[in-house]
């Protein structure tokens, strides 16, 4: 069985003290690729130089929401000359993130239109976050032509998944499905076609309910399979292979 972690921030410093040990139980418990997504420039070059050294790590680059005060205009320069010698299989992860106390909508905007006006330039996928704000993700996206992606540890209503899907987009499912509280994801999840569905960990953040409140890692990704097992009519091995094909079509890995 093959698995694909459509999600996670390995470069982060909370694996810098076993990285090796972390990838060494991610390849145990199958999975076969991982899709690390770039979050501020700074980054980027932590993520290019850890990649380049693993042929199962897939390098994204993007400016993220939560950061969008530290961002510049001469950011998103960069990152379309960045893009010209570093491989990369997606932009992000960019978007969008209506919490309390996240930067001002506007500004948050700006980036994440600027990151999808790259993405069709260089025909990439775009890899979205998406909390409180997949109204404004929908209609924004709605202005790119035959743009694509995924929307990473999805949170919005099925009707909105739909609409996403209708767009050109796959719905990530992660840890947060494995909480019983979560009815309105696992309700989703238990419903969009699997064509259109990823599994990610989002790690070392968002762990499922056996890991609260620890780091989070790829390998647990087994448990956000499990939980889809419970919730819908496929088998373990249909769901890994569909989701894992999903991901290989999406990042052309
Ligand atoms: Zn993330």
């Given at each position: 069985?093959?698995?694909?972690?459509?999600?996670?921030?390995?470069?982060?410093?909370?694996f810098?003290t076993?990285?090796s040990?972390?990838m060494s139980?991610?390849s145990e418990?199958?999975?076969e690729?991982?899709?690390?997504?770039?979050?501020?420039a700074e980054?980027?070059?932590?993520?290019?130089?850890?990649c380049?050294?693993d042929?199962?790590?897939?390098a994204c680059?993007?400016?993220?929401p939560y950061?969008?005060?530290k961002?510049?205009?001469q950011d998103?320069?960069?990152?379309?000359n960045?893009?010209?010698?570093?491989?990369?299989?997606a932009?992000g992860?960019?978007?969008?993130?209506?919490?309390?106390?996240?930067?001002p909508?506007?500004?948050?905007l700006?980036f994440?239109?600027a990151?999808?006006?790259?993405a069709?330039d260089?025909?990439?996928?775009v890899?979205?976050?998406s909390v409180?704000?997949?109204?404004d993700?929908i209609q924004?996206?709605s202005?790119f032509?035959?743009?694509?992606g995924?929307?990473?540890?999805?949170s919005?209503s099925y009707?909105?998944?739909?609409?996403?899907?209708d767009?050109?987009?796959?719905?990530?499912?992660g840890?947060?499905?494995t909480?019983?509280?979560?009815?309105?994801l696992?309700?989703?999840?238990?419903?969009?076609?699997?064509?259109?569905?990823?599994?990610?960990?989002?790690?070392?953040?968002?762990?499922?309910?056996?890991?609260?409140?620890q780091r989070?890692?790829?390998?647990?990704?087994?448990?956000?399979?499990d939980a889809?097992?419970?919730?819908r009519?496929e088998?373990?091995?249909?769901?890994?292979?569909?989701t894992?094909?999903n991901?290989?079509?999406?990042?052309?890995?």
């Open positions: 069985m093959e698995i694909i972690d459509a999600h996670c921030h390995l470069d982060f410093e909370a810098d076993d990285r040990a972390v139980r991610a418990a199958g999975i690729k991982i899709v690390v997504p770039g979050v501020s980054n980027w070059p932590r993520i290019h130089a850890l380049s050294q042929s199962r790590l897939h680059y993007g400016l993220h950061l969008t005060e961002h510049s205009d998103i320069d960069t990152l379309s960045w893009l010209d010698s570093h491989e990369s299989v932009i992860e960019c978007g969008l993130d209506y919490r309390k106390g996240q930067p909508k506007q500004k948050q700006h994440f239109e990151q999808l006006r790259i069709t260089c025909d990439l996928p890899v979205i976050h409180k704000a997949t109204e993700v924004t996206v202005k032509n035959s743009i694509r995924m929307v990473h540890s999805y919005g009707e909105q998944a739909l609409q996403l899907i767009l050109g987009f796959y719905i990530s499912i840890g947060q499905i909480y019983d509280k979560a009815r309105k696992r309700a989703t999840a238990s419903d969009i076609p699997l064509q259109s569905m990823l599994l990610e960990t989002d790690a070392p953040d968002q762990p499922d309910a056996e890991h609260v409140n989070n890692e790829p390998a647990y990704i087994v448990n956000v399979l889809l097992v419970d919730l009519d088998t373990k091995e249909e769901i890994a292979e569909q894992t094909a991901a290989k079509a999406l990042f052309k890995i």
